[in-house]
């Protein structure tokens, strides 16, 4: 994904621009693990695209674990060629 609008975006923004853009099914994000104590928790969300799961992250705010998802999932995606 060497676009350069696509790079400068925040994740889970280029991610549903991408499946816009694609004709696909907006991202669904699943928020699938809480660990630690209340006050150093670690959230953990998958982000499906188009009913598949393309990327899990981690963080210490679901904002956080959701960008770090969105951001694999790109990965992901990208590395499928242009179809």
Do not use: D, I
Not at 26 to 32: D, G, H, I, T
């Amino acid at each position: 994904l060497s676009r350069p609008e696509l790079v400068s975006l925040e994740p889970k923004s280029a991610l549903q621009e991408l499946c816009q853009r694609k004709g696909w099914e907006l991202p669904l994000y699943r928020q699938v693990e809480v660990r630690g104590p209340e006050h150093q928790r670690l959230y953990v969300y998958e982000v499906e695209v188009g009913g598949e799961v393309r990327g899990r992250g981690e963080g210490s705010s679901k904002k956080l674990a959701q960008r770090e998802a969105a951001r694999v999932a790109l990965q992901s995606l990208s590395g499928e060629g242009s179809g």
